[in-house]
């Protein structure tokens, strides 16, 4: 998947591609996910991304929760790993 638009509270997401690991639907009752523009119910999903810099831990991949709706599908012409470095 990729990003199309910018996520609020996710700066330099847009046009990066990432795998989805879930997709689940969110109340957002506590009004607190900084990825969200509004406290009405949605699609969300979580979707890890290639780190850009080595910084923190020596994970090579950050997860992100984002709208649905803010992401598109992309053909792989291969099997995307994401635990390959």
Same mark, same amino acid.
């Given at each position: 998947?990729?990003?199309?638009?910018? *996520?609020?509270?996710?700066?330099?997401?847009?046009?990066?591609?990432?795998? *989805?690991?879930? *997709?689940? @639907?969110?109340?957002? =009752?506590?009004? $607190?996910?900084?990825?969200?523009?509004?406290?009405?119910?949605? @699609?969300?999903?979580?979707?890890?991304?290639?780190?850009?810099? =080595? $910084?923190?831990?020596?994970?090579?991949? *950050?997860?992100?929760?984002?709208?649905?709706?803010?992401? !598109?599908?992309? !053909?792989?012409? !291969?099997?995307?790993?994401?635990?390959?470095?």
């Amino acid at each position: 998947m990729r990003c199309l638009q910018p *996520v609020p509270g996710r700066p330099g997401l847009t046009g990066r591609a990432g795998v *989805v690991r879930l *997709v689940y @639907w969110s109340a957002n =009752r506590t009004a $607190h996910n900084p990825a969200r523009a509004t406290t009405d119910p949605a @699609w969300m999903a979580r979707v890890e991304f290639p780190k850009l810099r =080595r $910084h923190g831990n020596d994970r090579l991949r *950050v997860t992100y929760s984002l709208p649905l709706d803010a992401l !598109e599908r992309i !053909e792989s012409s !291969e099997p995307v790993d994401p635990h390959q470095e």
